[in-house]
C-alpha cells in the first residue's frame, strides 16, 4: 500500500505562483510513476504534470506546459508541483496519485490518463482569483 498526502494548496490570486507537495509512504518501491491530477467543478479529472520516479520521462498537459514544473526529491519520497503564472482556468482540486502500472516507456497520453493510476491522496485546493 502506498498513502499520499498532499500539501501547498490555497487561494492566489491570477499571476501568482504555488507550490504543492505529495509525501509518499508505505511501499514507495512499487510505484513507477507519481504526477498531479486536477479536478474543477463540473469536470472531468485530468492529468496536469506526471514524472517516472526513478527518473526520465516527465509529461505535462499542453494547458500548462511553460507554467507548472514537477519535481520529485526521491530521499524524501516526495514529488512537487511548482505552479507559476496561475490563472483563473487553473481553479481546482488537485491530487496526487502514484501508478504501479505504467512502465517506463509509457507515452504521454497513457502517462496522463487517470486510469493507470491506482493510488489517490486526498487532494489540496487551488483556488486563482482575477
Known amino acids: 500500500q502506498v498513502q499520499l498526502v498532499e500539501s501547498g494548496g490555497g487561494s492566489v490570486q491570477a499571476g501568482g505562483s504555488l507550490r504543492l507537495s505529495c509525501a509518499a509512504s508505505g511501499y514507495t518501491f512499487s510505484s513507477n510513476y507519481m504526477g498531479w491530477f486536477r479536478q474543477a467543478p463540473g469536470k472531468e479529472r485530468e492529468g496536469v504534470a506526471v514524472?517516472?520516479?526513478?527518473?526520465?520521462?516527465?509529461y505535462y498537459a499542453d494547458s500548462v506546459v511553460g507554467r507548472f514544473t514537477i519535481s520529485r526529491d526521491n530521499a524524501k519520497n516526495t514529488v512537487y508541483l511548482q505552479m507559476n503564472s496561475l490563472k483563473p482556468e487553473d481553479t481546482a482540486m488537485y491530487y496526487c496519485?502514484?501508478?504501479?502500472?505504467?512502465?517506463?516507456?509509457?507515452?504521454?497520453?497513457?502517462?496522463?490518463?487517470?486510469?493507470?493510476?491506482?493510488?489517490w491522496g486526498q487532494g489540496t485546493q487551488v483556488t486563482v482569483s482575477s
Open positions: 496519485a502514484a501508478s504501479t502500472n505504467l512502465g517506463y516507456y509509457s507515452e504521454k497520453a497513457q502517462a496522463l490518463n487517470l486510469r493507470e493510476y491506482n493510488y
Open positions: 514524472t517516472y520516479v526513478r527518473g526520465g520521462f516527465t
